[in-house]
């Protein structure tokens, strides 16, 4: 069993930047590929990025292209999202998720693949 926490949350104003983290613990996360998530108050889980085992393949909601980049360090069992230009829109709860994979490039998208979720971390974002 995989367990994941986020953090690196926070408040942040309107054109800033901040960077995620979602250590994993209890397995390696080299068999995993992994997601990032968000929800906002009253609205569902929304998908945010994601990237296979390797690293090798990302993909990236429409909204957040070109602002975030998810990354991956499997040496240290870390995923990474930093975001940039972060606007109002993007306040929510932030979640990483873990899928096991035996397909080294699959990139899943969608909350009901991952079967593994962190606790969430806050990001609010100011006007």
């Known amino acids: 069993q995989v367990q994941l926490v986020e953090s690196g949350g926070g408040l942040v104003q309107a054109g800033g930047s901040l960077r995620l983290s979602c250590a994993a613990s209890g397995r390696t996360l080299t068999y995993y590929a992994m997601g990032w998530f968000r929800q906002a108050p009253g609205k569902e889980r929304e998908f945010v990025a994601a990237?296979?085992?390797?690293?090798?393949?990302?993909h990236d909601a429409d909204s957040v292209k070109g602002r975030f980049t998810i990354s991956r360090d499997n040496a240290k069992n870390t995923v990474y999202l930093q975001m940039n230009s972060l606007k109002p829109e993007d306040t929510g709860v932030y979640y990483c998720a873990a899928d096991f994979q035996l397909e080294v490039d699959t990139i899943p998208t969608t909350v009901g693949e991952y079967g593994h979720w962190g606790q969430g971390t806050q990001v609010s974002v100011s006007s």
């Open positions: 990237i296979s085992r390797s690293g090798g393949r990302t």
